[in-house]
Structures are given as structure tokens and as C-alpha cells.
């Protein structure tokens, strides 16, 4: 069983900054891409950032240039830092990776819980 953890969450003012992590674990062989997808309240769930095991990553438009992805393949771990906090983007913070639990198996996405991040004006 795989479980993605995420921490990092809370309040912060516009211009403030918050790291996001999180955490695989489990029965894990390999993990190819990581993410952070985020959700506002009556919108879509969308891609924040994503980032390759080889460390290529991708970046919504709304927040390049602000939010930084990172890696710790060693460990699983997967970070978000994130700077220049707008209003906008206010909405709950989930964890994504796409893994296989052994040599033989596909590969299935997994989600983290969610971590509320709040920016206030």
C-alpha cells in the first residue's frame, strides 16, 4: 500500500512565502512523475507543478516564476516552495505521483490527503 503524506500548509499573508512537502511511502519500486495540483473552492482541480525523476519540471503559467519544485529521489520526498503568495492562490495543495509498487506492475497515480494553503490580502 502506497500513502502519500503532505505538510506544509496554513496561513500566510500576500507577498509570504510556504514550503509544501510531501512524502511517499509504502511498497514502492519506482516513482516516474511528481506533482502538486491544487483546488479552489467551486473550481477545477489543476496542475501546479510537476517534475520528472530526472529532475525536469513544469510549471502552471499563473505561478511560474513564484513557485519552485524540487525532488529528493532517495528519500521520495517532493517539495513545493513557494514565493510571492497571491489571494489566487488560495485552494487545497494535493500531492501526486505516479508509481509502481514492483518490477512488474504498471504504474498508478496517487493522491495525498490536501493541505489547505490561505493567502490573505
Known amino acids: 500500500q502506497v500513502q502519500l503524506v503532505e505538510s506544509g500548509g496554513g496561513l500566510v499573508q500576500a507577498g509570504g512565502s510556504l514550503r509544501l512537502s510531501c512524502a511517499a511511502s509504502?511498497?514502492?519500486?519506482?516513482?516516474?512523475?511528481m506533482g502538486w495540483y491544487r483546488q479552489a473552492p467551486g473550481n477545477q482541480r489543476e496542475l501546479g507543478a510537476a517534475i520528472t525523476s530526472g529532475g525536469s519540471s513544469d510549471y502552471a503559467d499563473s505561478v511560474k516564476g513564484r513557485f519552485t519544485i524540487s525532488r529528493d529521489n532517495s528519500k521520495n520526498w517532493v517539495y513545493l516552495q513557494m514565493n510571492s503568495l497571491k489571494p489566487e492562490d488560495t485552494a487545497v495543495y494535493y500531492c501526486?505521483?505516479?508509481?509502481?509498487?514492483?518490477?512488474?506492475?504498471?504504474?498508478?497515480?496517487?493522491w495525498g490527503q490536501g493541505t489547505q494553503v490561505t493567502v490573505s490580502t
Open positions: 509504502g511498497t514502492i519500486f519506482s516513482i516516474n512523475a
Open positions: 501526486h505521483a505516479t508509481i509502481a509498487e514492483s518490477y512488474s506492475s504498471y504504474e498508478h497515480n496517487y
